[in-house]
């Protein structure tokens, strides 16, 4: 097969959660570019409805299915959704997540449900969404389960845990599953983005001229490598975690005391 050619995904099926914004729809956009069909996921109906639209203008079908993946229940019916009404769920991305709980507070201030809401939300939910689904990519002896840490999955902060513990774990969940599906035909994989602003403007240029590439990452910059990991010109690659952050951990740089935004 042609080089290039094994970048298509005509005829696949994703399910991106978190794909109403940012990161999320930059990769369900690449992916429909590369002709899968979509399964759009979140809390809310809007933002997957906006993604729904870009994703048709190319040509593929969305389904959008509101799930809070934290919720194993809700997750499952969701998961029998897609494959009820697609047949075949070739991709899995967990993207969704976010750094919010516990923001700013020191170890004593955190409370349980902190603790509970910052693993929930960026670790339970990527093994939710892969237990419920691995038995349908089983049977197809086929599948690409990718995950989104972060460049926090590979260091700490101060009074930074649970997001950085989260996205560390995600590491480890995807070398687990890769090991565990391996002679199934299921590669696994995982994307650790640098910072991706969810808004450019002087002062976020200002802050990037720090990053090791003089500039944070471009939001469109995430879908080429997604369409890697998801297609057959990553067949031989699993249980691993690819950084895209021009650089910024190889610089070894620790923005100590920087608690995650998003
Ligand atoms: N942007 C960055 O600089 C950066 C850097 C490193 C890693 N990441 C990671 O990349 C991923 C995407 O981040 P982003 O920057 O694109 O942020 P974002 O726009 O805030 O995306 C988070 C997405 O996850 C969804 N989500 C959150 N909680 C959910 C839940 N309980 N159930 C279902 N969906 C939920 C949100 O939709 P709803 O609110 O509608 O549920 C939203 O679409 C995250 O895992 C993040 O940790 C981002």
Not at 142 to 163: H, L, P
Request: hydrophobic letters at 40%.
């Amino acid at each position: 097969m042609a080089v290039l050619d094994q970048f298509q995904l005509e005829g696949k099926v994703a399910i991106v959660t978190g794909a109403g914004s940012n990161l999320g729809r930059e990769m369900a956009l690449a992916l429909a570019d590369a002709g899968a069909n979509l399964v759009g996921v979140g809390r809310r109906p809007e933002p997957l409805e906006e993604t729904a639209k870009m994703v048709r203008k190319k040509g593929q079908e969305f389904l959008t299915l509101p799930t809070d993946v934290t919720d194993s229940n809700a997750v499952d019916v969701m998961i029998q959704s897609a494959i009820s009404h697609f047949g075949q769920i070739d991709i899995l991305i967990n993207n969704a997540g976010g750094g919010g709980a516990g923001r700013g507070k020191t170890l004593p201030e955190l409370t349980d449900e902190d603790w509970n809401d910052g693993i929930n939300v960026n670790l339970s939910s990527a093994f939710f969404c892969s237990r419920s689904i691995i038995e349908h990519m089983v049977d197809h002896r086929s599948g690409r389960i990718i995950n989104v840490a972060s460049g926090w999955g590979y260091r700490g902060g101060r009074n930074q845990f649970m997001y950085p513990i989260a996205k560390a774990g995600i590491i480890s969940l995807t070398k687990c599953l890769a090991m565990t599906y391996a002679r199934d035909g299921i590669r696994v994989s995982c994307i650790a983005p640098g910072a991706f602003p969810h808004e450019l403007g002087p002062e976020t240029e200002a802050r990037g001229q720090m990053q090791a590439a003089g500039r944070f990452g471009f939001m469109n910059e995430m879908g080429p490598l997604a369409v890697f990991l998801a297609s057959e010109a990553s067949e031989y690659l699993s249980g691993e975690t690819v950084l895209i952050d021009g650089g910024a951990i190889a610089a070894g740089v620790t923005p100590a005391g920087i608690t995650p935004s998003s």
